[in-house]
């Protein structure tokens, strides 16, 4: 079973710059998950996708971040423009379902890296 | 609000110990509580899920136990390896999310 799939891997951009990272989920996972680890700290959950909606989005910068997930299956994350204090590792996660205890798996993540 | 704390923050050990990771969370409805490990510039690789009903997964040389009720989990590693260097993640699963503890990081010294 192929997992999660993530690209670029790396990405460096200038402040103020637009990035787009790409998700591809595990086949049939019906909820889709993008979060954000800077350096030294946990993840920290951005946007809860379930098919093509949107459960949560409460943690994700509206202002310069969007996330799309078209036909419920792969997902794209936007920040635009990029600020200095979004220099961090962004991974997509999938699972069966968002209700209840089912099991997260994660992507290999996209390093960005704003100077 | 759900707090995850991970103690300690790093550690130091040499090969052959068995060693203990702490995680600690303030609201114990939580559907289940996965450990991750983390290797340098590189995603979560998921090592033990443990659901609220359970109090302990075992996975080879890797012990978790949940204590609901104390708001505690351990991660029990025997006979350490340097292989074993990594940062280990907690998370509790709060009603389908994820929230992480900041991790500990881990150096087996041989």
């Known amino acids: 079973e192929a997992g999660v799939a993530q690209s670029p891997r790396y990405k460096i951009i200038e402040k103020r710059q637009s990035v787009a990272f790409w998700c591809n989920p595990i086949s049939g996972h019906a909820t889709l998950y993008w979060y954000q680890q800077i350096l030294g700290q946990g993840p920290k959950l951005l946007i809860q996708?379930?098919?093509?909606?949107?459960?949560?989005d409460s943690q994700l910068p509206k202002d310069r971040f969007s996330a799309e997930r078209l036909k419920g299956v792969d997902s794209t994350l936007k920040i635009q423009p990029a600020k200095l204090e979004d220099s961090a590792v962004y991974l997509c996660?999938?699972?069966?379902?968002?209700?209840?205890?089912?099991?997260?798996?994660f992507g290999p993540g996209t390093r960005l890296t704003v100077t | 609000k759900q707090e995850v704390t991970q103690i300690p923050a790093a550690l130091s050990v040499p090969e052959g110990e068995n060693l203990v990771l702490n995680c600690s969370f303030t609201d114990s409805a939580i559907y289940n509580l996965q450990w991750f490990r983390q290797d340098p510039g590189k995603g979560l690789t998921s090592l033990l899920l443990?659901?609220?009903?359970?109090r302990e997964q075992t996975s080879g040389r890797l012990n978790a136990s949940l204590d609901k009720s104390s708001g505690r989990s351990t991660l029990y590693i025997a006979a350490s390896q340097p292989g074993d260097s990594a940062t280990y993640l907690c998370a509790v699963n709060q009603g389908g999310k994820l929230i992480f503890g900041q991790g500990t990081e881990l150096s087996v010294k041989p």
């Open positions: 996660a999938s699972s069966a379902t968002g209700y209840g205890s089912y099991e997260q798996y």
């Open positions: 443990i659901q609220s009903s359970q």
């Open positions: 996708f379930q098919n093509n909606g949107v459960v949560d």
